[in-house]
């Protein structure tokens, strides 16, 4: 009896023992807005849809740490993005579309390996308009978010954190391509870091990809894409200010054959300046407002403008009825010249007007963080 009551004393130690080493946590973001957008489509109609993820992608996810002792620690972390409007993956055949990585922390930072994001995604959320107005609502004023600021995965990558020191924290990521034979050919790589102490805060990071298959006249191994961000922030009072230029260069871009409009992300290269304000109120009521321009430059095989320029302007009012909750209404206005117009909603030319013309949106939301 005595040893019975010892062995059961002995598993219950060890069960709290695990239970105070190890822990997982399941969270998420629901978001769903009804909106109006002025001109989509080939005849610039009006549309009325309900939206998941136009302020905060709606997703649920895991994660996970272990103490493993002297420091170390074992992480995880699956994110899955979905569309709440309608219950579907965001992505299509892949179930942790958003994040799916392991890894160690310790003294000497975090690993984490497998698919994620890389720093830029940390820089436009610190200091872009992607911090209050939204990935989805701000892709296509950032050249088709081609300059990463909203977020864009990586598989089979390995990222580098450094713990922060004297509010300093940097950051490497490299993707490999998998292709036998050929180690630059889909390769990626980035750098970055971030200073932050007390109201002011300012970052950049830099990020590389190559091609991962032959597509004529470029090859396997090819730079494709070569982009960075400079942002910076400074919260005086109630109000913080921040301000982020972005430049992505597409080496690989071809002239086009066109002589009339032609969509931005044709451009061979292109710079975006993103300037805003989220002014409190009150504790829970956020007045807010930015603007991102976009200035490309285009090449021709023939006769057409060689510039492209487009300027979004977007106002906003942020209630948090909780902690966890709040209500929104915000306003875009997107206008070009000389391209077509990439849209506001999503990645650009998703939800678009037929041409040059300008569009405007208003959403008002519904968001939930568990």
Do not use: C
Not at 49 to 76: M, N, P
Not at 132 to 155: C, E, M, P, Q, Y
């Amino acid at each position: 009896m005595k040893k019975t009551a010892f062995a059961l004393a002995a598993l219950a130690l060890i069960g709290a023992n695990v239970q105070a080493q190890s822990n997982v946590t399941i969270y998420g973001v629901v978001d769903t807005s009804i909106t109006y957008t002025s001109k989509v489509g080939a005849k610039n109609d009006k549309r009325f849809s309900l939206d998941s993820g136009d302020l905060s992608t709606s997703r649920i996810g895991f994660k996970g740490v272990e103490d493993l002792g002297s420091g170390l620690k074992a992480i995880f972390q699956l994110e899955n993005g979905f569309n709440a409007d309608d219950g579907s993956l965001a992505t299509a055949n892949t179930l942790f579309d958003r994040k799916s990585v392991v890894g160690l922390a310790g003294g000497f930072g975090t690993v984490t390996l497998g698919r994620q994001t890389d720093f830029l995604e940390d820089i436009g959320n610190k200091y872009t308009s992607v911090q209050t107005f939204g990935g989805n609502g701000v892709k296509g004023g950032h050249f088709n978010n081609l300059d990463r600021i909203s977020g864009a995965r990586t598989n089979n990558s390995i990222r580098y954190d450094s713990n922060n020191v004297s509010g300093f924290t940097g950051n490497l990521f490299y993707g490999f391509g998998e292709v036998a034979g050929k180690t630059s050919a889909g390769q990626t790589f980035g750098f970055g870091g971030n200073y932050a102490n007390g109201p002011f805060g300012i970052g950049a990071a830099y990020f590389q990809t190559k091609l991962a298959a032959d597509a004529a006249p470029a090859k396997a191994g090819d730079t494709d894409l070569k982009t960075f961000t400079l942002g910076a922030s400074y919260q005086a009072g109630p109000a913080k200010i921040y301000g982020a230029w972005s430049q992505a260069k597409r080496p690989l871009a071809t002239a086009t054959a066109a002589t009339g409009l032609v969509n931005i992300t044709t451009a061979t290269k292109a710079n975006i300046f993103d300037l805003g304000v989220d002014y409190a109120l009150s504790g829970n009521l956020h007045l807010l407002g930015s603007v991102i321009f976009d200035r490309a430059d285009i090449s021709r095989k023939t006769a057409g403008s060689t510039k492209g320029k487009t300027t979004q302007l977007n106002l906003g009012v942020d209630y948090f009825l909780s902690k966890r909750t709040d209500v929104y209404a915000l306003y875009s206005n997107q206008r070009s010249t000389d391209v077509n117009n990439p849209g506001v909603i999503n990645a650009a030319y998703s939800v678009a007007p037929a041409d040059d013309s300008n569009q405007n949106v208003l959403r008002v939301g519904l968001r939930h963080k568990f």
